[in-house]
C-alpha cells in the first residue's frame, strides 16, 4: 500500500491548528485518530489489485520509425469499483523521447465486473524485440487517501522490423527490369541471354537475331527475341563480424547492409529469380532458403533481418566461404556485403576468394564513409591538411583493395549508405543485362 499526497496534507491542516492552538498528546489524537480510520476505511473501499485480469491485443510487429499500438485490457471482477493509475512497462528502446514514454501512463475507472482498455503507444528507436515489462497498478480508495499497489506480469513482444528506407528505389528500377525484358515501349529491344520467341523482321532489328532456319521454313524473315534469365539463384551473404558494428554516420554498416539486401530481393524477386539468405561472422546468425515466392520472400528476409545484431568478434573468412558454397551448390550469384577495410581483406578474404568464383559469379559491396570524402576535400589550415593528407591516403588504400579484388573477376559496389542500396540494384541489373548470373 501506499499513502498519497492527500493524506499528507489533511494530516497537517488538521496538525496546524491543534499546534497553534492546543499543542498537546489529546490534540494530536484527535487529528490523527479519525484520520487513521479514514484511511483504513478508504484501503478497504479500495478494489483488490491481486485479483484483476490482463489480457493483451494489438500490433506484433512495426517497422522501425513507426508506431505500434498496443492495448491492454483490464477485467475488474471485485464488487469495488476500480480508481487506479496503472503503468504499463516497456524497456526503454520501444520509445526514442521520454516525452513518448507518458503513453505507458494510465488513469483508469472500471466498475465492478466491467473491463476498460487503454492503449499504449510504442515508437520504437531500436530493430529488434521488445518485451512487455510487468503492469503495475495503484488502486485508490473513494477518498483518495491510500492505495492498495501490486503489478501483473502480461507478455507481449513487438518485432521492430527494418525500415526499408530504400523503397523509394523500386519503381525505377522496376522500370529499368521491364526495359530488359523488352515489355515496355521503346524502341531497343529487350536484352538478354535467354531465348523467348520468334517474330517477323522490322527495320532496325539486329541482322545476327535473324533465325535462317525458321526464315527457310517460312516466307518471311524470322528474328529471334531473347529475355532476361529467369530462376537464377542468388545468395546474400551479410558479414556480422566486428567492421559491421562500426557506424557511418547515423547508420551502422550492419543496417545499411540490412537495407541493400532487401532492395535487391524485392527486385531479384520480382525479376523471377530465387534469392536465399545467411548472415555470418564464426557461425551462421541467421539464415532463409528454399523461398519461391515473391511477397513470401521480402516478408521472411525483414522478419529475419529484425533480430539480427553484429557480433564484436573477428570474421572467420574460411567459415564465411565454407558456408557460402554450402549454401550455393549450383551456379549462383553471390552478393557478399562486408567492409573494404584492407587488413579484413587481404588476410581473410583474398585467400579464399578463388573457391567461390571458380563456380559463381561474387559480387561485394561495402558502405563507405562519406566523412573520409569530406576530410580529402579540406583545405586552408594545417589541421585541414593533415585531415587531407589521412582522407587521400584512406581512399587510395580502398581503391587498391577494390582493385585487387576486379583483378580476381569480382564485382565491387562501394557507396556511401544511403546510396548502398541503389547501386547495388544496379550493379544486378548490369549483371542480368549482361547475362553473367
Known sequence: MALTGRAALVAALGSLPVGILAPSWTGMLAVNVPLSLAILCDYALAAPVRTLQFTRSGDTSVRLGDTAAVQLTVTNPSRRRLRAHLRDAWPPSSWTSEAEQASSRHRIAVPAGERRRPTTLLRPSRRGDRQADRVTVRSFGPLGL???????????????????????????????????????SVLTRGDGTEFDSLRAYVAGDDTRSIDWRATARQSAVAVRTWRPERDRHILVVIDTGRTSAGRVGDVPRLDAAMDATLLLTALATRAGDRVNLIAYDRRVRAQVRGRTAGGDVLSTFVSTLATLEPELVETDARGLSAAALANAPRRSLIVLLTSLDTAPVEEGLLPVLPQLTQRHTVLVAAVADPHVEAMARARGSVDAAYQAAAGTQAQAQRRRTADRLRRHGVTVVDAPPHDLAPALADAYLALKAAGRL
Not at 501483473?152 to 530488359?180: D, G, N, Q
Request: glycine content about 6%.
Open 146 to 184: 491510500i492505495a492498495r499497489q501490486g503489478h501483473h506480469r502480461v507478455p507481449w513482444t513487438v518485432r521492430v522490423l527494418p525500415p526499408f528506407t530504400s523503397r523509394k528505389h523500386l519503381p525505377s528500377r522496376l522500370a529499368r527490369l521491364r526495359e530488359l525484358d523488352g515489355r515496355t
